[in-house]
């Protein structure tokens, strides 16, 4: 399938009281440039997050953005900093001591003191990473939906220009033909108000329209031009990832068409290169769009 490189994605994924929100949008680039911005306990999985989204889009800039929220029982911890409460209950008893009081520490007493107890949360294990990458193939699944939407309606407006193209083509080669005729009557033309034609040596006048016609053919450049066309929709038909070659070809198409005004003779001629220069101009613009 033909994707875009414009799309839109979102998850909110919850399983065993963890919940993540994943978000995504990717818009046109000529590379692969990822933005991600996720909580920093998740800094662990960013490789992670970083290879999924790579394996499943070839082209684009893509940004990313993840939230977080761990309400399982599981995910916490109470850590005891023992020097710390050895420290509080050796200062109690100097109290205690020096000012002649009963000695009643006990240990319910002690953990009220700051940073005796701490509660911290556990992220960087393999559950939470799985949850992740499930929440982020859910978002992807719905951004890719999305970009291949919108490449099945570029393909549509591409085959379009592409038969633009080919209408064009078609004009040069009809009147291509009628170039040499036309030069040969004009010069016979000319020669005759300057000197009697009857005195030119034909076979002169036969060198000088050979010459001509070998100098504004363009059979050769309409030949590739017309192989060009049918490879690009070769090239839409088999799908995604095809912008960089795409973009590739449309070059050599704009070359031919080039050598072929830099040919031209004749009006008409030059106007269908000027038609043609702006359908392909249309077609780059579209392929921009395409991963």
Do not use: W
Request: with cysteine.
């Amino acid at each position: 399938m033909l994707r875009s490189m414009t799309g839109f994605g979102h998850c909110e994924y919850t399983e065993n009281d963890i919940t993540f929100t994943v978000e995504m949008k990717t818009v046109n680039h000529r590379y692969t440039d990822i933005f991600l911005r996720m909580p920093k306990q998740l800094s662990p999985f960013e490789d992670r997050v970083r290879s999924l989204v790579n394996s499943r889009i070839q082209r684009g800039k893509i940004d990313i953005y993840i939230t977080y929220d761990n309400k399982s029982s599981q995910a916490q911890e109470v850590i005891l900093d023992e020097q710390l409460a050895k420290a509080y209950c050796d200062a109690m008893k100097k109290i205690a001591e020096g000012l002649g009081l009963r000695d009643d520490i006990s240990a319910s007493a002690l953990a009220r003191f700051p940073d005796i107890l701490k509660v911290e949360k556990k992220d960087n294990d393999e559950f939470i990473g799985e949850i992740l990458e499930k929440a982020m193939n859910k978002a992807l699944d719905e951004l890719l939906d999305m970009r291949i939407r919108e490449g099945e309606k570029l393909k549509e407006s591409l085959f379009a220009n592409l038969e633009n193209i080919e209408g064009f083509i078609k004009k040069i080669e009809l009147k291509a033909p009628f170039v040499v005729r036309e030069y040969k009557e004009k010069l016979e033309s000319r020669l005759s108000e300057l000197i009697d034609i009857q005195r030119v040596d034909e076979a002169r006048i036969a060198a000088e329209v050979a010459l001509f016609a070998d100098k504004c053919s363009v059979d050769e450049e309409l030949v590739r031009l017309k192989s060009h066309i049918h490879q690009m929709r070769d090239m839409l038909n088999e799908g995604s990832p095809v912008g960089k070659k795409a973009d590739f070809l449309i070059q050599e198409m704009n070359r031919e068409v080039n050598t072929i005004g830099s040919k031209a003779s004749d009006l008409e001629i030059t106007r269908n290169v000027v038609e043609l220069k702006s359908e392909i101009e249309k077609l780059r613009e579209q392929i921009q769009n395409i991963e």
